[in-house]
């Protein structure tokens, strides 16, 4: 991701003026004065660390890492008491969020037709560390928070039938793939699909880019879903 946040970077005219990965060292004073915004594709047990580090260098940053839920609260409050900006998110993809509007559509849909039952299912690289993906889970949420008869979130395989009230989300770690997600109605007569599938890591790329020019003249925490609902909605 790191690659290609500076590939498109550049192609759109941006100066990328430090590059940090896993053995490098913490980012300097000096390094950090010549930086408007940082951008962060990292592991999920790096977040707090990080943000704590460029909280004390008052610059403003994106945090497209997932994996870090158990740090939330610990992240805004960093974020809040510094007075700096940072936005966080699940998928910074401006197709995702496309998908989740159209996902949410059929939440309503769904919650007034009875003989559908609704899953999720996703796909990712054999590497990525969390399980099932936060894109996957946002979009559960979405559905759960639409569907009336579905009240609860089912991340593992089911111990025999499955609960009609359980909403299920699966997940295959596989190769190189980048990324897909799948919405199921099924009903006796027929069955509904819904995907977004990722050719490459581009889209997560511009996400981040947007995120990082609305972030330059904010403060707080704030969501991507803000920046995708400026973005869509403009």
Known sequence: MGKTVELLALERGWTVRVLAGSRSSTISEQDAAAVDVGIHFANGSTVANHVEQWARLRKPLVIGTTGWADSLEKVRSTVETSGIGVVYGANFSPGVHLFTRLVTLVGTLADRADEYDVGIHESHHKEKADSPSGTALMLAGVLLERIRRKSELLKE?????????????????????????????????????????AKNRAGFALGALLAAEWIQTKTGFHSVDEVMHDFLDS
């Not at 395989?157 to 997600?181: A, D, F, N």
């Open 157 to 197: 395989p089911p111990h025999g039938p499955r609960k009609p009230e359980q909403l299920q989300v699966s997940s295959i770690r596989v190769g190189t793939t980048i990324g897909s997600h799948s919405v199921f109605l099924d009903s006796p007569a027929d069955t509904i699909e819904l995907t977004h599938k």
